[in-house]
């Protein structure tokens, strides 16, 4: 004999142990007295339902049948007939007194019922269950209990998808590492850490979720401190102007790791997009950089819906004499001969990024020589299309671009 009292209570130990809604629990503890009740006192094909009240711990036990006309009913010619399986029209039922009820049959009880729907016929309270029965409602009440977790475990990660989440490095596996969660574990791939970056167990640290998934070994949460992404929600929170949506990131080019180009703009004409993400004496700069390891550097640079004053901006710290443009998205840079190693970066880093931050192809050159090609000097993708219209020159200010490398270079010195 079960004591509903104490289920009563067990409901909410459960609900609040494994945080899960009380409704769920008292749906699951349904499911798990329905099938012992069925197992011990009705046959097979019948289906019953239970329905337990938390007010007063009444539990109380129907059979339930679904409400069918003859009309949908297989005939005995057609439940021979093999070719029926594959046809178009609607599916017949096979009729069982057991779990279906004529639609006349159930008019006299309820007569506004229609078929599809479903009547309850309530049984005899017994709670007297067998060794065999009360076994079967404990493996039916554990294994709902475990696929509601997963599913509000899933609900829970999916809504962080896009967002960072803080974990504890729990361990390494070959080059893989598994992040404790709290709720779940989660995987950060080999291709997802910031190179040079070292891990250690028992490490918290922030992540950024790249994807959740269910999987037949379970739920896969991927984590990344490589993404780009990751550098803009960092700001997101460091920065209450983009938070309230009054500077936007427009665009983001990373290289984990090394250094980093993040393009803002501001829709608040009072407002600086670069002041407000660099923060008083790069405040808040230095706390992004500081959860990339301090390694990696990070341009902020003023993002303009004109491409030749972005990608100046976008060069910097060097500074731009001259941008021409081309129809095919490709554009070649003049700069003072002293700026060309700048302008390049190392290996061809700050071009490179530039590229990848505008979108454009880009050819830096010096102004001393425009026709000659400059090693390294060229990043981009380049378009493949119809003969190459030149756009008029335009010469361009840097000030507003270079702001950036003044203000950090600030922040750096009132560090030190």
Not at 188 to 194: G, H, L, S, T, W
């Amino acid at each position: 004999m079960f004591d509903l009292k104490t289920i009563v209570i067990s409901i909410k130990q459960i609900a609040e142990e494994r945080e899960v809604p009380e409704e769920k629990i008292k749906e699951i503890i349904e499911t798990a007295f329905a099938h012992a009740y069925k197992k011990e006192y009705r046959s097979k094909n019948e289906v019953i339902r239970a329905k337990f009240n938390q007010n007063t711990g009444d539990i109380d036990f129907f059979q339930v049948k679904t409400v069918v006309d003859e009309s949908s009913l297989e005939t005995e010619d057609e439940a021979g007939a093999e070719e029926n399986q594959f046809a178009d029209a609607e599916k017949k039922i096979k009729f069982s007194p057991e779990r279906h009820i004529l639609l006349e049959e159930a008019q006299q009880i309820n007569p506004s019922i229609f078929i599809g729907e479903e009547l309850e016929f309530l049984l005899e309270k017994k709670l007297e269950f067998g060794r065999i029965a009360a076994q079967t409602a404990k493996q039916v009440l554990l294994q709902k209990l475990h696929e509601v977790e997963k599913e509000i475990t899933f609900d829970y990660f999916k809504a962080k998808e896009g967002e960072i989440v803080s974990g504890i490095i729990q361990r390494q596996d070959a080059r893989n590492f598994y992040v404790d969660l709290s709720k779940a574990i989660g995987v950060m791939f080999a291709d997802e850490v910031i190179p040079g970056e070292r891990y250690h167990v028992g490490s918290r640290l922030k992540f950024y979720v790249v994807s959740v998934e269910t999987t037949p070994r379970g739920l896969l949460i991927s984590l990344s401190r490589s993404h780009p992404r990751f550098i803009a929600k960092l700001f997101f929170n460091e920065v209450p102007e983009i938070a309230e949506g009054i500077v936007e990131v427009k665009s983001i080019a990373r290289e984990a790791g090394s250094r980093t180009k993040i393009a803002v703009f501001s829709n608040n004409p009072s407002v600086d997009p670069i002041g407000a993400c660099v923060g008083q004496k790069g405040t808040r700069v230095t706390t992004v950089t500081n959860e990339l390891g301090e390694e990696e550097k990070i341009d902020i640079i003023l993002w303009s819906d004109d491409p030749v004053s972005f990608i100046s901006n976008a060069l910097a710290p060097a500074k731009v004499t001259d941008v021409q443009m081309k129809a095919t998205k490709e554009a070649r840079v003049l700069v003072p001969a002293d700026q060309l190693s700048l302008a390049i970066g190392r290996s061809g880093q700050n071009v490179r990024l530039a590229a990848k931050l505008t979108g454009w192809h880009i050819e830096i050159r010096s102004t001393a020589q425009p026709e000659e090609t400059i090693e390294g000097g060229v990043a981009g993708e380049k378009k493949e299309t119809a003969p190459e219209a030149e756009i008029k020159p335009k010469k361009t200010k840097t000030e507003k671009g270079t702001k950036e490398t003044e203000v950090q270079a600030d922040a750096e010195q009132s560090k030190e």
